[in-house]
């Protein structure tokens, strides 16, 4: 079993930056691909960015076209802390951020956070 629990979310204006934690506890020894999604308000819940902990070390950074070159996804693991470091913020970022975490040979994502909300204005 594995518990994420994210943070971070809050209200930012337009161009500014954000960064999202997400502590994670049980089972984490072995590898874990962990990612970020994000649910737009009345939209569905879209892919944002992963990568895949293995043996110490981090493989296969993976992200959506809209965010690339603005959103960072790294992991400290003296905290067993996943982030998402959000630069260039824009409007349409808006959204509820959630931290899921699953097995790299599953094809879907089995642990999941509670999410945090992310408000960009104008």
């Known amino acids: 079993q594995v518990q994420l629990v994210e943070s971070g979310g809050g209200v930012v204006e337009a161009g500014g930056s954000l960064r999202l934690s997400c502590v994670t506890s049980?089972?984490?020894?072995?590898?874990?691909?962990m990612a970020w999604f994000r649910q737009p308000p009345g939209k569905e819940r879209d892919f944002v960015a992963s990568h895949t902990w293995r043996r110490g070390r981090v493989y296969d950074a993976k992200y959506d076209e809209s965010v690339k070159g603005r959103f960072s996804i790294y992991r400290e693991n003296f905290k067993n802390t996943l982030y998402l470091q959000m630069n260039n913020l824009k409007p349409e970022d808006t959204a509820i951020y959630y931290c899921a975490a699953k097995s790299p040979e599953v094809s879907a994502y089995n642990y999941w956070g509670q999410g945090t909300q992310v408000t960009v204005s104008w």
């Open positions: 049980g089972d984490t020894s072995n590898q874990l691909t």
